[in-house]
Every structure is written in structure tokens, then in C-alpha cells.
């Protein structure tokens, strides 16, 4: 295992006594100092592997590391800010007492608790009872908990769970700045797009193992469709100059531009093909799905037993390629 990642998983498997297996065999990475989005269903598994990373579940079998060391260490759990569950408040207490205790549990100073309430933004309110917070400043207040020891590594679960849009936008700038101060932060959600936006890359897990993991881009570009998208003029003869090439499929035209199935990496050749018959080209490129379709389509839950074989043994292969591993069989 390597000191360069924060967080390190190799094949973890948690099987829940009553026979749950609630993570699978998991490999998970996470680079010091990036901001990783850990994305799956309900009941993928996240907040199992989570718990497992600070020490509140032993995994059934596999190897952890969090900040070079096993999960649950005292000098470890120093340096590790978690936010998994709601953490209890005292509904009468301000949420400044409230941090303030915390902070005395923590063993750190009462200034503790007014510099975290500044950086989760909650100053304004910090001296109101914490049964009169919104349900957004409650769950910045369990982030300010998180971040009350000065942690190099943050772990928060479904830190947007439950938050309305305005509460979801506060949330993501919050942790947007946390990003850019350097922590190393491994944040779940079911929702693609509340990772998408803050976090540098994605690993996506589904019943228990990783099924994709790359930044956004990558993801979309692992997950193309095997099609090629050209905009090109006369589109008539293009389709026509198209259809003659052995490696090309189909060729439709949807919106006035033309859907080429072929492998992706005939783009140059298909581009100078048209343009030597004097046609115009516009665009080519590949035609990707949007993040969203990929998403989907990683966590499908109703696949064919042959499809998860398949996806198995693509996950098991070796790639030499970008550093994106994708479960999805096309
Ligand atoms: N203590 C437990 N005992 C038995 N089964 C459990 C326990 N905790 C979780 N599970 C099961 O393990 C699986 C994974 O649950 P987990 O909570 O880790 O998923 P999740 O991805 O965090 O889901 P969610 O987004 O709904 O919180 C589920 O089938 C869940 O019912």
C-alpha cells in the first residue's frame, strides 16, 4: 500500500451477520488532496464502507488503510474529520455550546468551535437554540463538527441528504472551499449531480463493488456509445459516402446531423473519406452519453446474471489505458 493516498481499500468485503453482503470485494483509492465523490444507489454499500473506514464496522475480509495506518487508530482517527449519521445535538443548546462541547470531548480549545462556525458559514446564527436551525444549518453544523479537529481527511456521508435546492447549493460551495484548502475529502451521494460539480473525481459503486472510477470527463468518454456524432454538409452524399465504408454499421441522421455506428477510432479516417469527396465537415467526434445515462446505466439493478459475469471479468482485466475502470459492458 502507498503513502500517496489518504484513503486505501483492497478487496473488501462486509457481510452483515443475517447474510447481507453489503460491500463486495471493493478496491478504492483515495489521492491525498483531491476531492473524491463515492456515487451509488440506496443501499449500495457507501455508508458500510465508510463506517469501515473509521473504524465503526471491521470488514469481514481485505485490507484498509486510512492515512497509512488501519482504520479506528487513535493517531488516525486525530487527523480524520467524519461526518456519518446524523451526529446528536442538544435541540436547547446554541449551536456554538453545542461545537463547544464538542470541542472539549475532542480535547481541542472553545476558539475551536467559533473558527469552524465561520468556516461552514454559520457565524450569523451561532448563538441560536439548534432546534430553530433549518435542516441545511443543521447538517453544516455536523460538517463543522467534522472539521473541529483540523482533519487532513474528511469523511462525509450524504452530507446533502434531505436538503432543499438552496440548501444543496450552500452545501456544495461549502465543500467547493474545503476542496480548494487542501483537504483530501471522500464524500458520498446517490446524486449524480451534487458530486459532479465539487468533486475532482468519481467512483461509482453499485451492490457493493466498484463498477466505474475516473473524473466526470472520463467517465462520459468511457462510457461512449460506440458511435460517432458528424455534422457535414451535403448530408445526403455524406450518409451515401458513409454507408460505403466496410467498418461503417449504420448511419442515421437525427437533427440534421448524422449518428455513425463505428469504432470510434475510424474518426480520422471517416473525416478524410468525406472531405476528399468534397464535403463539407462541421464536427466529428464521438457521441457520448451524458453523465447522467452513464449513471444510470453503471447502476442499473435489474442486469442479466450474464452481464454482471461479463462486468466481472472486465473489472478483473488489466488496462494500460487512462486511468478510468469501467464495469459497463457495451
Ligand atoms: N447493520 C446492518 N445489518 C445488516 N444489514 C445492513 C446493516 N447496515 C446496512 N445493511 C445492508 O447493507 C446494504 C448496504 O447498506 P449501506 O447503508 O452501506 O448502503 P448505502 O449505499 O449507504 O445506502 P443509502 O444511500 O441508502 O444509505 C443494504 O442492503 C443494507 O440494508
Do not use: W
Not at 486525530?78 to 475532542?106: K, Q, T
Not at 463498477?211 to 450518409?239: C, F, H, K, W
Not at 475510424?266 to 473525416?271: I, Q, T
Amino acid at each position: 500500500m502507498d503513502d500517496r493516498f489518504a484513503i486505501e481499500l483492497e478487496a473488501v468485503t462486509k457481510r452483515y451477520q443475517g447474510g447481507v453482503t453489503a460491500v463486495d470485494g471493493l478496491d478504492l483509492r483515495v489521492r491525498e488532496g483531491e476531492v473524491l465523490g463515492f456515487l451509488g444507489p440506496n443501499g449500495a454499500g457507501k455508508t458500510t464502507t465508510m463506517r469501515m473506514l473509521v473504524g465503526l464496522v471491521r470488514p469481514s475480509s481485505g485490507h484498509i488503510r486510512v492515512l497509512g495506518q488501519p482504520p479506528g487508530t487513535p493517531g488516525q482517527l486525530a487527523r480524520v474529520g467524519a461526518l456519518i449519521e446524523s451526529p446528536a445535538f442538544y435541540p436547547h443548546l446554541s449551536g456554538r455550546d453545542n461545537l463547544r462541547l464538542a470541542a472539549r470531548y475532542a480535547g481541542m480549545p472553545d476558539s475551536a468551535a467559533d473558527r469552524v462556525l465561520s468556516e461552514v458559514g454559520l457565524s450569523d446564527r451561532a448563538g441560536s437554540p439548534y432546534r430553530t436551525y433549518s435542516l441545511g444549518m443543521k447538517q453544516r453544523l455536523g460538517v463543522a463538527t467534522a472539521l473541529l479537529k483540523e482533519p487532513i481527511l474528511l469523511i462525509l456521508d450524504e452530507p446533502t441528504n434531505g436538503l432543499d435546492p438552496a440548501g444543496v447549493s450552500e452545501m456544495r460551495e461549502l465543500l467547493r472551499s474545503l476542496g480548494q484548502r487542501g483537504h483530501t475529502v471522500l464524500l458520498s451521494s446517490h446524486v449524480l449531480a451534487e458530486v459532479e460539480q465539487v468533486c475532482d473525481r468519481i467512483a461509482v459503486i453499485n451492490r457493493g463493488r466498484l463498477v466505474a472510477e475516473g473524473t466526470p470527463d472520463e467517465l462520459r468518454g468511457a462510457l461512449g456509445t460506440g458511435m460517432l456524432l458528424i455534422d457535414a454538409e451535403p448530408v445526403d452524399r455524406a450518409v451515401a459516402c458513409l454507408r460505403e465504408h466496410d467498418l461503417v454499421r449504420a448511419v442515421e441522421a437525427v437533427d440534421g446531423r448524422l449518428h455513425v455506428t463505428a469504432d470510434p477510432a475510424l474518426a480520422a479516417e471517416l473525416n478524410r473519406r468525406l472531405v476528399t469527396a468534397g464535403i463539407d465537415v462541421r464536427e466529428l467526434r464521438p457521441l457520448r452519453h451524458s453523465l447522467e445515462e452513464a449513471f444510470l446505466e453503471l447502476t442499473a439493478t435489474h442486469r442479466s446474471d450474464a452481464a454482471d459475469a461479463d462486468r466481472e471479468q472486465k473489472i478483473a482485466e488489466p488496462t494500460d489505458g487512462p486511468e478510468v475502470t469501467t464495469g459497463a459492458s457495451r
